[in-house]
């Protein structure tokens, strides 16, 4: 009778809510293999991510490629993380919006893309859209996501959308400018701003789905993330947060729940929440926005003026 009552005990608490998989988090990489820059090169950049990922002993990443980037040089960086165990996945090959394409015109994209990921190995059938567009419409969205199931493939969503690429850029322009940059300040920005909406969405996601689910960090492949994401990672973990692996965050019950709204933009639990009444001005975060972050990298003094 006690072992019984013990073993449901076991059971009820795994199955509470708020303890189902709190603060695990998957690392996705949009646009790769991105093309050289004024900071580093792209055999930089995917060299020091790597490294940044192994160090942190990361179980895995999805580095989600923008085909038309494929070339005989990019190949081998793309090569390079498939060979360090990481897995790469569907991301178009012209990186169109699917809200401005034709619908027949966006799959063959993707049918496109997906001939041209076939000589890798290590290559997930996931498909994300850019700019988390799923199309102009409901109708176009539900017709997109028929499509990508005959073709398939399976919707590579992200619940914590960020403006990282934004960040990125002005840390890479100061230094197209050769203007001296604070590495320093740039850490602490990039780590507090990502870590920022991180929590964010997570606390939507508690309020419209009573839960913390296994989330997907979207991020891109650029300078910034090779400079700081170990140090992301560290503050993540830091702040109770694990590291899981895309797959894993992949079978959480989100992935099975696709509302039925034409507001996707900032994430499958933005998406979720929006379907339950939540409007979309309370569903995407101040700091993505260019204007709020070009003041807040001013203020940062990460650019040294003389």
């Known amino acids: 009778m006690c072992n019984s009552i013990f073993r449901f005990f076991i059971l009820f608490i795994t199955f509470l809510p708020f303890n189902i998989h709190a603060r695990e988090i998957a690392l996705t990489f949009d646009d790769a293999p991105t093309p050289d820059s004024a900071l580093m090169t792209g055999n930089e950049r995917t060299q020091k991510l790597i490294s940044a990922l192994k160090q942190a002993q990361i179980p895995d990443a999805m580095f989600f490629v923008k085909a038309d980037y494929i070339n005989s040089q990019t ?33 063959v994209d993707v049918y496109k893309a997906h001939l041209a990921l076939k000589p890798f190995n290590n290559v997930l059938n996931y498909h994300r859209f850019p700019y988390l567009h799923y199309g102009k419409d409901l109708s176009d969205i539900n017709q997109l996501q028929k499509l990508l199931i005959e073709l398939g493939y399976k919707d590579g969503y992200v619940t914590i959308d960020n403006f990282d690429w934004y960040i990125s850029a002005l840390i890479t322009k100061a230094a197209e400018e050769k203007k001296p940059i604070n590495y320093e300040k740039a850490r602490d920005f990039y780590v ?13 996601a508690r309020k419209s789905l009573k839960r913390s689910p296994r989330h997907v ?23 109770g947060w694990k590291i899981i692996s895309p797959q894993q965050a992949y079978k959480d019950p989100i992935a099975r729940n696709f509302p039925q709204v034409s507001f996707h933009k900032q994430g499958r639990v933005a998406a979720i929440a929006n379907s339950k009444g939540i409007p979309e001005a309370e569903l995407r975060h101040p ?6 972050l070009n003041q807040a990298f001013v203020a940062a003094r ?5």
């Open 75 to 107: 190949s081998a960086r793309l090569k390079q993380y498939t060979d360090a165990g990481f897995h790469l996945a569907n991301h178009s090959f012209t990186h169109q919006s699917a809200n401005q394409l034709d619908i027949n015109a966006y799959a």
């Open 192 to 204: 507090n701003s990502l870590y920022t909406s991180i929590e964010f969405y997570d606390g939507i």
């Open 217 to 239: 960090l979207l991020l891109h492949e650029n300078d910034a993330a090779a400079l700081f994401v170990g140090d992301l990672i560290q503050h993540l973990r830091n702040k």
């Open 287 to 292: 700091s993505e926005n260019e204007d709020y």
């Open 302 to 306: 990460i650019v040294e003026i003389k």
